[in-house]
């Protein structure tokens, strides 16, 4: 399992990453721009652009893990994590804008020939320092993230890959207008448009998959299932599901459990389910755990179930003027039916006529009943 580190370091490590970030994004915003503009080269400030929204996206991050570092209150029980997804919604959509608004100015430069920029030689070093800056950025982006397994850190950490690869771009078209190819620059331009436009959409698609509770990979659905086979006491899995709330994963889980055990048994190995699946798996959180006492496949639909109290009321007509004498009973819900247990208190072992009329009256209140499908008499050890 990775280190575990509470949510205010979590919190703390992602606010430095992301400052760090927001730094480097102003000073190769504004040398970008700034040289693309003085340079000549559409690519350049195209990738500037780029850079201005890592900025925007460091800023929604920052606003995001706050809002989503916040405790569950009462109107928020699972907590505030979705913040950060619904902030990675408007990130990524932010990104496919301005991917627009690059593409689209190209396109009337080159309705205009006389607008296209010519880029001049400088171009090439700004893009040669935006490609360490933004790979440097990348990797110590993605470190944290990995420890403090943040979704929206990781989508920042990849933004800042793509705008080291724009920025490769970027040099490969600058070089090629020096060389004479005038269309370059501006071509170069638009597969930077392209790969924030690309970027922008996954972010929209993965985040709208979480908002409408989309379950987690299959592989690690099985990972989870075959974990919770293998703990003892636990029959088998009829229902498994799971979603995702920020980077956290929720599951909920109905295990069939031995029919026969006690209600404290079955909560004990619900309990080790939660707890063994929260310690195997670093993104789960909170398991939720139903114990049922038989298979889906055997589990039939209890048209107006019988309840204790009218189990109690059937005892009292059958047994009549020996109600009084029984110890307690036991209800097992079992195929559609009910396997009453009748207790006796051991001091009436000697009694043998008042038993023998309690388990007649028994047999006759299973044979009436048509829910009950037996009534077992036993003594109370």
Same mark, same amino acid.
């Given at each position: 399992m @990775?280190?575990t580190?509470?949510?205010q370091?979590i919190?703390?490590?992602k #606010?430095?990453?992301t400052?760090v970030g927001?730094l480097v #994004?102003?000073f190769l915003?504004i040398?970008?721009i700034?040289f693309?503009?003085?340079?000549q080269s559409?690519?350049?400030?195209? $990738?500037?652009v780029h +850079?201005?929204?890592?900025l925007a +996206?460091?800023? !929604?991050v920052?606003? @995001? =893990?706050k809002?989503?570092?916040r405790e569950a209150?009462?109107? *928020?029980?699972?907590?505030h994590?979705?913040f950060?997804?619904?902030?990675?919604?408007?990130?990524?959509?932010?990104?496919?804008?301005?991917a627009a608004?690059i593409?689209?100015?190209?396109?009337e430069?080159?309705? /205009?020939?006389?607008?296209?920029?010519?880029p001049?030689?400088?171009? !090439?070093?700004?893009?040669?320092? +935006?490609?360490?800056? /933004?790979?440097w950025?990348?990797?110590?982006?993605?470190?944290?993230?990995?420890?403090?397994?943040s979704?929206?850190?990781m989508?920042?950490?990849?933004?800042?890959r793509?705008?080291?690869?724009?920025?490769?771009v970027v040099?490969?078209g600058?070089?090629?207008s020096?060389l004479?190819?005038?269309?370059?620059?501006?071509?170069?331009?638009?597969?930077?448009?392209?790969? =924030?436009?690309?970027?922008?959409?996954n972010?929209v698609?993965?985040s709208?998959?979480?908002?409408?509770?989309?379950?987690l990979p299959e592989?690690l659905?099985?990972?989870?299932? +075959?974990?919770i086979? @293998?703990?003892n006491? =636990?029959?088998?899995? *009829?229902l498994l599901?799971?979603?995702l709330?920020?980077?956290?994963a !929720?599951?909920d889980?109905?295990i069939?459990? $031995? &029919?026969?055990?006690t209600v404290?048994?079955?909560h004990?190995?619900? $309990?080790v389910v939660r707890?063994?699946?929260? %310690?195997?798996f $670093?993104?789960v959180?909170?398991? !939720?755990?139903h114990?049922d006492?038989e &298979?889906e %496949? /055997?589990e039939? =639909?209890?048209? #107006?179930?019988?309840?204790?109290q009218?189990?109690? #009321?059937?005892?009292?007509?059958?047994l009549a003027?020996?109600?009084p004498?029984i110890?307690?009973f036991r209800i097992?819900?079992?195929?559609?039916?009910?396997?009453l247990?009748?207790?006796?208190p051991?001091?009436?072992f000697?009694l043998?006529?008042?038993?023998?009329?309690?388990?007649?009256?028994?047999?006759i209140?299973?044979?009436?009943v048509d829910?009950i499908s037996s009534v077992?008499?036993?003594?109370?050890a």
């Amino acid at each position: 399992m @990775a280190e575990t580190y509470d949510a205010q370091q979590i919190a703390k490590s992602k #606010n430095r990453a992301t400052i760090v970030g927001a730094l480097v #994004n102003v000073f190769l915003t504004i040398i970008k721009i700034g040289f693309g503009i003085v340079g000549q080269s559409a690519a350049l400030i195209a $990738d500037g652009v780029h +850079s201005l929204s890592d900025l925007a +996206s460091d800023m !929604l991050v920052l606003i @995001a =893990v706050k809002l989503g570092a916040r405790e569950a209150d009462h109107d *928020h029980p699972y907590g505030h994590r979705r913040f950060e997804t619904i902030a990675t919604v408007v990130l990524g959509l932010g990104l496919i804008a301005i991917a627009a608004g690059i593409v689209w100015d190209i396109f009337e430069r080159m309705q /205009n020939p006389e607008r296209m920029l010519i880029p001049q030689a400088s171009a !090439l070093g700004i893009a040669a320092i +935006s490609i360490l800056a /933004n790979e440097w950025l990348y990797q110590y982006t993605k470190r944290v993230a990995m420890v403090t397994r943040s979704k929206l850190l990781m989508a920042n950490a990849w933004h800042h890959r793509s705008d080291a690869i724009s920025s490769i771009v970027v040099l490969i078209g600058v070089a090629g207008s020096l060389l004479g190819y005038v269309w370059a620059d501006a071509v170069a331009a638009v597969l930077v448009a392209i790969m =924030v436009a690309k970027i922008g959409t996954n972010l929209v698609s993965d985040s709208i998959k979480e908002l409408v509770d989309t379950g987690l990979p299959e592989g690690l659905v099985e990972d989870i299932r +075959s974990e919770i086979i @293998a703990i003892n006491g =636990v029959k088998d899995i *009829h229902l498994l599901r799971t979603r995702l709330m920020g980077e956290d994963a !929720l599951v909920d889980a109905h295990i069939v459990v $031995d &029919s026969r055990i006690t209600v404290s048994e079955g909560h004990m190995i619900a $309990d080790v389910v939660r707890d063994v699946l929260i %310690e195997e798996f $670093d993104d789960v959180q909170d398991v !939720l755990v139903h114990v049922d006492p038989e &298979s889906e %496949e /055997n589990e039939q =639909v209890f048209a #107006n179930k019988l309840l204790r109290q009218d189990i109690d #009321n059937y005892l009292k007509e059958y047994l009549a003027e020996n109600y009084p004498l029984i110890d307690s009973f036991r209800i097992h819900y079992l195929k559609g039916k009910v396997e009453l247990e009748v207790v006796l208190p051991h001091t009436m072992f000697s009694l043998s006529q008042q038993v023998e009329t309690i388990k007649k009256r028994c047999q006759i209140l299973a044979q009436d009943v048509d829910k009950i499908s037996s009534v077992v008499v036993f003594f109370k050890a």
